[in-house]
């Protein structure tokens, strides 16, 4: 045991440059760095938003939409995603957008349920999916702006700022019928 013990902390011979018997220096290094997470950055209306790629399904073209009657402003439709009925929300409604321009894609997001909540697959209107960034939390400001409920903070990316949407408070602030 003692054997293992020590080859896991001794390097066995020549390796990056280290010889036989030296120990890693890097090795607390390592455990103090910051884990980073990615996120899928997209665009909605003029602002940028972005999501964690673990609540990230997939993102698809603009889908056929079928309109419901009588729906909130920001719901605009559900769309048939391989046999599950998703709704779509637009979360960038309030700017308007014109008649004859629709976003591009759709970004499908899952919402873990909870003892309240059934699993929840969601619909976010995209006019632009800019990419995916890995961000450590040094690059994440806990601040959002007041006016954006659904939002948990900001991401610096490309010298630029993208919101960061909290999908339980998208839930809440826009309430999506679960069909």
Known sequence: MADILQSRTLLPGPVYGLEAGEFLENEASVEESRPERQYCVFRAGRERFSLSVLEVEEV???????????????LMGVFNLRGTIVPLMDIAFTEGRRPG???????????KGDA?????????????????FSASEDTLLDHAPHDVPHCRGM???EDRLALVVDLRRLTDVF???VI
């Open 116 to 132: 309240q909540r059934d699993d929840l697959r969601v619909g976010i209107a995209a006019d632009e999916v800019i990419g995916t």
């Open 175 to 177: 309430p999506v019928p």
């Open 155 to 157: 991401l610096r990316h």
């Open 60 to 74: 698809v073209d603009w889908p056929m939409v079928t309109r419901i009657p009588l729906a909130p402003a920001f």
């Open 101 to 111: 321009l629709l976003p591009k894609h759709v970004v499908v997001a899952a919402l």
